[in-house]
């Protein structure tokens, strides 16, 4: 069985209004992912989050092992073979969301910490 994780962030709301980014289309991704996963005929567990740090935080303290990639990608989350991104991101960060829907930047080194804190081990 594969199993996937798949976060995406869509944030509503830009605290600096110098800010704008183009929407993603969530619903999509995840349908041409479903149906791709589909046509791999292997069983998966498909699991979609909004990527907040809370969220984020929940699966890390399940306990996983994951390597940062220089994409910035991130696979084998706990016991989840695959965690997909799906954000805006900028060289040194990945947008996120706050509960609310607002833009919230989380810093690769915040997310090197809040992994470490999980007992997982990264690579860049």
């Known amino acids: 069985m594969v199993r996937i994780a798949y ?11 110098e800010i704008s980014l183009q929407p993603l289309d969530i619903k999509q991704e995840i349908h ?3 149906e791709s996963l589909q046509n791999a ?3 998966v567990k498909f699991r979609s989050e909004i990527a907040t740090l809370s969220n ?8 996983c092992r994951l390597y940062f990639l220089k994409t910035y ?12 991104f799906s954000c805006h991101g900028h060289p040194t960060s990945l ?6 829907g607002e833009l919230h930047p989380v810093h ?12 997982v ?3 860049v």
């Open 56 to 63: 984020l935080r929940n699966l890390c303290t399940i306990g």
């Open 7 to 17: 976060f995406h962030s869509n944030p509503l709301i830009y605290p600096n209004s």
């Open 73 to 84: 990608k991130i696979i084998n989350m706990f016991y989840f073979r695959v965690l997909q």
């Open 41 to 43: 005929q292997k069983v």
């Open 108 to 119: 690769l080194d915040t997310l090197r910490s809040l992994f470490s804190a999980g007992g």
């Open 121 to 123: 081990e990264t690579k």
């Open 95 to 100: 947008a996120f969301e706050t509960s609310n």
């Open 32 to 34: 041409s992912l479903k």
